[in-house]
């Protein structure tokens, strides 16, 4: 496995612990994290602030990694995101485009259906 997704599986498997700082940690100072149905967010403190945010809800997340691949520094990690939501769970198939540089993510884009996470909040 290359270093890129190895780096990138180490994110993946960072999300249990829930960590905001542990998580924007994986990215570089410059960093842009595009989750695709809002706006792109830019720079690893304001990351932070966005993961936080989002995150404030999860009582637990898993992430299974269906495929992934990798060239040079760029990774593509299809999954099924799981959170947990008080005692509901909800599934979302997402696929998140990696880049990175120096070990640390420059940029990520992660694609899923939005209305899929806010009915499955809603039911």
Known sequence: MSDAAQAVRDFIDAWPRLDPD??????TEDGVYHNMPSGPVQGR???????????????????EVVSLV????????ERIDRIRVGEKWIELPCCGVFHLRDGRIALWKDYFDLPTYTRALAG
């Open 22 to 27: 542990e998580l924007a940690g994986w990215f």
């Open 45 to 63: 403190e304001t990351i932070r602030g966005f993961i936080a945010g989002f995150i404030r809800p999860w009582a637990e997340t898993r992430w």
């Open 70 to 77: 990798a060239d040079g520094d760029t990774v593509i990690a």
